[in-house]
Nanobody, 125 residues
Framework: QVQLVESGGGLVQAGGSLRLSCAASGRTFSNSAAAWFRQAPGKAREFVAAMSRSGDSIYYGDSVKGRFTMSRDTAKNTVYLEMNSLKPDDTAIYYC??????????????????WGQGTQVTVSS
């Protein structure tokens, strides 16, 4: 059984930074495509970033491109989301996801089989 546990969320002022972590247990991230999504109150789940199984390919949603960076530490079996220049519109619950079926990342949440419980990010103006 795969478990994903996010951490690192919190309250930050606009323009600030946060780093989210997602630790996996049960299986290794090096065998999965991984992604970050977010969901704000009353809105649909939004794609943030995705990484291929190899880690060579990473892409981002348009709203975070240039501000967020996704990375992976295989030794720690953890993926990260470095978030800079945060805006109030970035306020949401952030979820990490993994797919052991896919080799490439995907922007579609239906392509992922395992999800963390989410971590709240609140950006004040």
């Amino acid at each position: 059984q795969v478990q994903l546990v996010e951490s690192g969320g919190g309250l930050v002022q606009a323009g600030g930074s946060l780093r989210l972590s997602c630790a996996a247990s049960g299986r290794t991230f090096s065998n999965s495509a991984a992604a970050w999504f977010r969901q704000a109150p009353g809105k649909a789940r939004e794609f943030v970033a995705a990484m291929s199984r190899s880690g060579d390919s990473i892409y981002y949603g348009d709203s975070v491109k240039g501000r967020f960076t996704m990375s992976r530490d295989t030794a720690k079996n953890t993926v990260y989301l470095e978030m800079n220049s945060l805006k109030p519109d970035d306020t949401a619950i952030y979820y990490c996801a993994a797919s052991y079926r896919r080799s490439d990342g995907s922007q579609y949440h239906a392509d992922y089989d395992y999800w963390g419980q989410g971590t709240q990010v609140t950006v004040s103006s």
